[in-house]
T-cell receptor
Framework: DTEVTQTPKHLVMGMTNKKSLKCEQH?????MYWYKQKAKKPPELMFV???????INESVPSRFSPECPNSSLLNLHLHALQPEDSALYLC???????????????FGQGTRLTVV | QKEVEQNSGPLSVPEGAIASLNCTYS??????FFWYRQYSGKSPELIMS????GDKEDGRFTAQLNKASQYVSLLIRDSQPSDSATYLC?????????????FGKGTKLSVKP
């Protein structure tokens, strides 16, 4: 089973709203990732959690706030977003992060976010 | 700047032909290489991973890696219309104890019936 589950699948929010994206995996993976993907572009890394600790923040604006409550869950809290933040937000997980071969990353189905 | 380069395509092949997708990368320290398939509006799906020089076959897919030339490719034999998608090459870069995937811009493949 290589399933990563993201909710919701679609989200429309106003610029003053607060919302959260959720991601869950039960593969025992210890690295979890948030990516942002705009149309016709490759995924761009936002955050990496390794063993529930934030290990990479790719200079993401503070209106995006990640949280990793436990080894199976990853959240992305959204506040005061801009229309240009509209994109497909992808969660991924891998067995480990770092040197070694156990780095295959599996993606969830994504959340299509529209900011109005 | 670590880069992964792919031809954006579109690459058009007839049904039953071999589709050849290519990728080059700039960081000689890269150790892990992946091909993802992404259908329009969907998330990337891992189809192949390769870690050592040479060929790796899985069904109709063959990944080829040449670290000296910093080149990785994906061959799809007996291409089917259902293979029509964007194929993303991804390279894992390791800095210290951390690692993350760097994606190419993807090659759009169209298989014509």
């Amino acid at each position: 089973d290589t399933e990563v589950t993201q909710t919701p699948k679609h989200l429309v929010m106003g610029m003053t709203n607060k919302k959260s994206l959720k991601c869950e995996q039960h593969m025992g993976h210890r690295a979890m990732y948030w990516y942002k993907q705009k149309a016709k572009k490759p995924p761009e890394l936002m955050f990496v959690y390794s063993y529930e600790k934030l290990s990479i923040n790719e200079s993401v604006p503070s209106r995006f706030s990640p949280e990793c409550p436990n080894s199976s869950l990853l959240n992305l809290h959204l506040h005061a977003l801009q229309p240009e933040d509209s994109a497909l937000y992808l969660c991924a997980s891998s067995q480990a992060q770092g040197l070694g071969l156990n780095t295959e990353a599996f993606f969830g189905q994504g959340t299509r976010l529209t900011v109005v | 700047q670590k880069e992964v380069e792919q031809n954006s395509g579109p690459l058009s092949v007839p049904e039953g032909a071999i589709a050849s997708l290519n990728c080059t990368y700039s960081d000689r320290g890269s150790q892990s290489f992946f091909w993802y398939r992404q259908y329009s509006g969907k998330s990337p799906e891992l189809i192949m991973s390769i870690y050592s020089n040479g060929d790796k076959e899985d069904g109709r897919f063959t990944a080829q890696l040449n670290k000296a030339s910093q080149y990785v490719s994906l061959l799809i034999r007996d291409s089917q219309p259902s293979d029509s998608a964007t194929y993303l090459c991804a390279v894992a870069h390791y800095g210290g104890s951390q690692g993350n995937l760097i994606f190419g811009k993807g090659t759009k493949l169209s298989v014509k019936p």
